[in-house]
């Protein structure tokens, strides 16, 4: 009622949940809003609008919307996914709020935390957002992991750039991250019990695993990164002591030579390890990746592994993916790389690969709603309408014997 103008609000198949819509509909006006639903034929009529929200199917709302956004000139627009429509009913009231209230960017933006401009490459600067991600899932009911250090590790630098793809992509907390950190804590858990001695984190950010999971004892833990990265998490991390024996290597992924100054930390060439890859091959060239690849490959003896994420090539083509990845590309940090087949790409280097697509079985946790996990269904590998949708995968692999 406090906006000047009004809002509209995008849904998949609406006919097929009119019932749903129309119990929104209640909710928003009993909280002192007018709605008016209208089927997506109603809009040619001068349904004038000052923000958009979208609900289900994230790919193509998130396309439509776009494009309704630019046809009526919206000053803003917004996508929620929730699981449910009293949870989407929720979150829509508490976003409206915000947004009359004028509050939502000081809100996000936490005052207490130091800027974190010690770090200053861009790259850099996506692990301290991704930090504010997962600082998120210590507010959850029922978290899948706990980080009470992400927090302040992620700086207001952090929040600044979660809060610039919050207005791509809306203000509801992605549980893709969460999944995420879940299924790579579990399978590097999984080779530390089993008797690898030595994990390597590479690019490993303002990742916490060393101080928030429980290691094996004897378990030794080398994090690689920038300088200006490690000299960051170094200084806000001094006060509290790993749970394993850790090991902090400065170095440039993309040169060739990272691996001596691994070495010079006491990494041994001869014992099985563990490799961490998460949140760097979107943006690395293709022939960075696999030189990456076939340095961790020649650096892994029989019964090593390695686990991570993996963008398709949906994340360099699909239209709906075009702002965020401009978003990446101006703030110095381009999304370069996509493959369909991280099986075949990493096998080829002597791994044997399971990739899971978000939904599936190994890659839930009960926290992915049906509008992402759908997409394995209606978009899978190998089809020609599917080729360039923008999967990621998160995958796990064993060493064969060289």
């Known amino acids: 009622q406090s906006l000047p103008k009004r809002v509209l609000v995008l849904t998949a198949q609406f006919d097929c949940c009119r019932s749903e819509a129309e119990d929104f509909a209640q909710k928003v006006s009993g909280a002192g809003g007018t709605v008016r639903l209208v089927n997506v034929a109603g809009m040619e009529h001068g349904f004038h609008t000052n923000f958009a929200f979208t609900l289900s199917r994230k790919d193509v709302l998130t396309a439509i ?8 000139g919206l000053s803003r627009l917004e996508c929620l996914y929730p699981p449910s429509w009293d949870k989407f009913a ?33 790259l850099g600067v996506t692990a301290l957002y991704v930090a504010a991600e997962r600082a998120a899932e210590n507010d959850h009911p029922t978290p899948l992991f706990r980080d009470p250090f992400a927090r302040e590790l992620a700086g207001r630098a952090g929040y600044k750039f979660l809060a610039k793809l919050k207005k791509l992509y809306g203000s509801v907390a992605s549980p893709i991250f969460a999944v995420r950190t879940r299924f790579l804590d579990d399978f590097l858990m999984k080779q530390a019990l ?45 006060k509290y ?32 390890t563990a490799w961490l890859v998460e949140g760097l091959l ?27 994420d993996w ?17 990446f590309h101006d703030e110095g940090c381009p999304i370069q790389f996509g493959h369909n087949w991280p099986e075949q790409f990493i096998g080829q280097h002597g791994w044997n690969v399971e990739a899971f697509m978000y939904g599936d079985e190994e890659a839930n ?7 992402i996990s759908r997409a394995r269904i209606d ?24």
């Open 65 to 72: 919307a776009t494009e309704v956004a630019e046809t009526f």
């Open 90 to 122: 929720e979150d829509f009231l508490g976003l409206l709020r915000q947004i009359v209230t004028g509050q939502e960017e000081a809100d996000f933006i936490p005052d207490d935390l130091d800027e974190a401009d010690d770090v200053v490459t861009p």
């Open 194 to 238: 089993s008797g690898v001695s030595q994990i390597v984190s590479v690019a490993s950010g303002v990742d916490t695993r060393p101080w928030r999971l429980e290691w094996p004892q004897g378990t030794h833990f080398y994090e690689v990164d920038f300088a200006d990265v490690q000299a960051w998490k170094r200084k806000k991390m001094a």
């Open 241 to 272: 002591e790993p749970k394993c024996i850790l090991h902090s290597v400065d170095a440039d992924l993309c040169k060739k030579d990272w691996t001596v100054s691994l070495v010079a930390a006491g990494f041994d060439r001869s014992k099985p």
């Open 282 to 308: 979107f943006y690395l060239k293709e022939e960075d990746v696999k030189t990456l690849l076939q340095t961790i490959s020649e650096n892994s003896v029989c019964g090593s592994a390695i686990c991570g």
């Open 311 to 327: 963008p398709s090539e949906g994340y360099l083509t699909f239209p709906a993916m075009q702002s965020s990845r401009k978003l």
């Open 365 to 371: 946790y009960d926290r992915i709603p049906e509008s």
């Open 379 to 402: 978009y899978p590998r190998g089809s020609e309408h599917s080729k360039n949708y923008p999967h990621c995968f998160l995958y796990r692999a064993t060493r064969e014997d060289p």
